[in-house]
Structure formats: C-alpha cells, structure tokens
C-alpha cells in the first residue's frame, strides 16, 4: 500500500523546481501517494493535478513587499490554513508523513497534530534563517535577534526526524550550532534531468550576431540585479548586439525596470514580471548564450549554491557568478567566470570576457559539466528515496 506524503510549502509550486523535483521523485517509485500544500498563483485558490501531484493551494498570495510585520502576518495566514488542512488529512485520509519546506522552519507545527500521533516529519531546509532574515531587512546583527533565531531553527529541528539540507557549508553551518550531524542529509539544488537535459542545446547562431544573457528567479536587492544591470550597461558599450532577460518577480522589480530606463536599456532588457512554470521557462532557457549569478555579498548568500547556476550548467549555458563561499566550494575557474561581489567593475570585466570570447564560452560550459557528473540528481536521488524508507 503507497504511503501518503504532504509536503507543505510557502511557494509557487509550478515554479519552484526543488519541491516539484522531489514530491515526482518520490510519486515515480509508485510507493508515495504525494498532495502539496502551496501558495495560490492566480486570484482564486484551486487543486489541480500535476505530474501525479495533488497540489492544493491554499488562499495566501506570495509576499512580496519589505514590511517585516507584513511579512510575518502572510506566513502565518498560510501557516493557519495549512495547520487545518494538514491536521484533517490526519482524520479524513491515511497520512504517513509530513515533509516541511522552509522558510519559515515554524510550519513544522502546521503538523503538530499528525505529530503528536506518531507520524514521521521531515524539514527541508532551503534557506539559513538566521543568515537570511538579516540579508533580507538589512539590520545590524544584535546577539538576542541571532540567538531567538537559531533557537527557532534548533526547537524546529528537534521536533522532527529528519532535516535535508541544500549543500555541505549549510549542513556544516547547522552542525555548528548544535542540529546533529546523524539527522541531516543533503539533497542539493541539481535541476531534474527530466526537465533540464544533461547535454547543452545546440543554438542556432548563424542568423544572428547578438548575445542572449538570462537572470531567472526572485527579484531582489540582496541577489544583486541592480548590479548586473548595470555591468551589462558597460558591457553594451563595447558590444551593442546584446540583449538581457530578467524572468522573475521580486520586491525589487520596479526599482530594476526603472534602472534599465535611466540606463537607456529599454529596448534590450526584457522583464518577464513574473515567475514563470519551469515548463514555460525552459524554451526561453535554451535560446540564451550567458547565465548571470549576480548575488551580493552577505552571510546568507556565502551559504548559497543557487539552483539558477546549475540548471544553466545542466543546459550548457556559461555562467558569470560572484566568488562566494559556497559556490567556490563546487566551482573551479575553468568551470564559471568569476567576479568579485559588489563590484561593478570585476562583474563587467567577467561579463565581457565571457560574450566577447565564444570558445571561452564553449569551453567553460563543457568543463561545469564534471559538477553534475559527481553531484547529478541521477547520482543521489536514492539519498531522498532512501531517507523515506528509513523514517
């Protein structure tokens, strides 16, 4: 008989690739029946089915604003609605096991419930929320605000069975503030290869001149993209042929498009203004010549491999990246070019370097392709199935 997972998640589900590539990971095998409990995307909340997904969304819209108050009060609207869904799913169906994506790490109690009956829980820990609160409000660390969260991440972490984490500096990051090594395993941030081909796409450049650069996901200060629009404005100097795709929505998306209008960049800077389903995304992926990384230096971004890298390095796509601690730990300089963060200059030089030098390009794209041979989903998805068997 399948096991029956809820997986809850303050997310867009269609769009957000790790939590679609795990809860069909785990419906593939055939022994988990898997329902999300999601954001709603368009005006109404409504289940569907996707990729033999119950998906359900609940009637909380994604916060996108900088109101700390506000924030909070959306979380914990959709903690609310999830805590009664998940807790009737224990008296109206059969539930085995509750798997938790943060943030916030307090939707753990959305199962308390189930919890308390002897059913199984899992956090998945996309984020540090320590590390991330303070790069999201900008505020001077003070050592109460430090410790009131890291004992909201410990009392999470204690409350469940098992806690995934995205690469080995968060997971060693956790270990030394006390979440025991023995409870974590690591799911990384590799794109699906059902979904993001192993071999890179052949582009058809012999009818155009011009260079394609793509930034996809959230739209916000802290991840830099005030600063790639800017490196690519000098880089436009130099070359005019470019163009530069921003596919996403974020707090900072307004502040972006009014910057490529100041900057003249009008007619070549294309915003998507929205977050697009990874089906939709990935025809626009295999058109782009140069991914950009553009993150700003800060404690969460040090702990950070964005998924955006590898699903370029999935697709053959070369990418500029910052040199910061987590992606340095996975990525030599053959394999990205590098920039130092919060440069502007360092990130134009590596920009241009890149777009100017097309063997550079092909060169790079097939050297990232040894992290996915090492580190690929097909190498370590048995890590996940594996860890439901276990609990």
């Given at each position: 008989?399948?096991?029956?997972?809820?997986?809850?998640?303050?997310?867009?589900?269609?769009?957000?690739a790790r939590v679609r590539r795990e809860a069909e990971t785990l419906a593939a095998t055939g022994d988990f029946e898997?329902?999300?409990?999601?954001?709603?995307?368009?005006?109404?909340?409504?289940?569907?089915?996707?990729?033999?997904?119950?998906?359900?969304?609940?009637?909380?819209?994604?916060?996108?604003?900088?109101?700390?108050?506000?924030?909070?009060?959306?979380?914990?609207?959709?903690?609310?609605?999830?805590?009664?869904?998940?807790?009737?799913?224990?008296?109206?169906?059969?539930?085995?096991?509750?798997?938790?994506?943060?943030?916030?790490?307090?939707?753990?109690?959305?199962?308390?419930?189930?919890?308390?009956?002897?059913?199984?829980?899992?956090?998945?820990?996309?984020?540090?929320?320590?590390?991330?609160?303070?790069?999201?409000?900008?505020?001077?660390?003070?050592?109460?605000?430090?410790?009131?969260?890291?004992?909201?991440?410990?009392?999470?972490?204690?409350?469940?069975?098992?806690?995934?984490?995205?690469?080995?500096?968060?997971?060693?990051?956790?270990?030394?503030?006390?979440?025991?090594?023995?409870?974590?395993?690591?799911?990384?941030?590799?794109?699906?290869?059902?979904?993001?081909?192993?071999?890179?796409?052949?582009?058809?450049?012999?009818?155009?001149?011009?260079?394609?650069?793509?930034?996809?996901?959230?739209?916000?200060?802290?991840?830099?993209?005030?600063?790639?629009?800017?490196?690519?404005?000098?880089?436009?100097?130099?070359?005019?042929?470019?163009?530069?795709?921003?596919?996403?929505?974020?707090?900072?998306?307004?502040?972006?498009?009014?910057?490529?209008?100041?900057?003249?960049?009008?007619?070549?800077?294309?915003?998507?203004?929205?977050?697009?389903?990874?089906?939709?995304?990935?025809?626009?992926?295999?058109?782009?010549?140069?991914?950009?990384?553009?993150?700003?230096?800060?404690?969460?971004?040090?702990?950070?491999?964005?998924?955006?890298?590898?699903?370029?390095?999935?697709?053959?796509?070369?990418?500029?990246?910052?040199?910061?601690?987590?992606?340095?730990?996975?990525?030599?300089?053959?394999?990205?070019?590098?920039?130092?963060?919060?440069?502007?200059?360092?990130?134009?030089?590596?920009?241009?370097?890149?777009?100017?030098?097309?063997?550079?390009?092909?060169?790079?794209?097939?050297?990232?392709?040894?992290?996915?041979?090492?580190?690929?989903?097909?190498?370590?998805?048995?890590?996940?199935?594996?860890?439901?068997?276990?609990?």
């Amino acid at each position: 008989m399948k096991k029956h997972v809820c997986m809850i998640g303050y997310t867009n589900y269609k769009s957000d690739a790790r939590v679609r590539r795990e809860a069909e990971t785990l419906a593939a095998t055939g022994d988990f029946e898997v329902s999300f409990l999601a954001l709603k995307e368009e005006e109404s909340a409504r289940p569907y089915e996707l990729e033999k997904i119950e998906v359900i969304e609940l009637n909380v819209k994604k916060f996108r604003g900088q109101n700390k108050i506000s924030h909070f009060l959306s979380y914990m609207n959709f903690f609310s609605l999830a805590f009664f869904k998940c807790s009737n799913f224990l008296l109206t169906r059969k539930l085995d096991i509750i798997h938790i994506h943060n943030m916030p790490n307090f939707l753990v109690f959305t199962g308390l419930i189930p919890r308390l009956f002897g059913k199984k829980m899992i956090l998945d820990i996309h984020d540090s929320t320590p590390e991330t609160y303070y790069a999201r409000y900008k505020d001077n660390p003070n050592r109460f605000l430090y410790k009131l969260l890291c004992l909201e991440e410990a009392l999470c972490c204690a409350f469940v069975n098992k806690i995934i984490c995205v690469n080995h500096i968060q997971r060693d990051k956790l270990v030394k503030r006390g979440i025991p090594l023995q409870k974590i395993v690591i799911s990384m941030n590799v794109p699906d290869p059902k979904w993001f081909a192993a071999e890179p796409v052949v582009r058809d450049n012999k009818s155009k001149n011009n260079i394609k650069l793509i930034y996809h996901g959230t739209i916000a200060k802290r991840l830099g993209i005030d600063l790639a629009i800017r490196a690519f404005y000098n880089v436009c100097k130099e070359n005019s042929n470019m163009e530069f795709y921003i596919l996403g929505d974020g707090e900072a998306m307004n502040e972006c498009i009014e910057l490529s209008k100041n900057l003249g960049l009008d007619n070549k800077i294309h915003f998507s203004k929205k977050i697009l389903p990874i089906e939709l995304l990935l025809g626009i992926l295999k058109d782009m010549d140069v991914g950009v990384v553009a993150n700003r230096r800060n404690s969460a971004t040090e702990l950070m491999l964005p998924v955006k890298l590898l699903e370029y390095v999935a697709l053959g796509i070369p990418a500029v990246v910052p040199k910061l601690k987590a992606i340095e730990n996975y990525f030599t300089d053959e394999m990205v070019s590098y920039f130092e963060p919060d440069n502007i200059e360092s990130f134009t030089n590596s920009l241009s370097g890149l777009c100017a030098n097309e063997n550079k390009r092909k060169v790079q794209a097939e050297k990232a392709k040894a992290f996915l041979n090492h580190y690929g989903w097909e190498n370590h998805k048995m890590d996940l199935i594996n860890l439901y068997k276990e609990i």
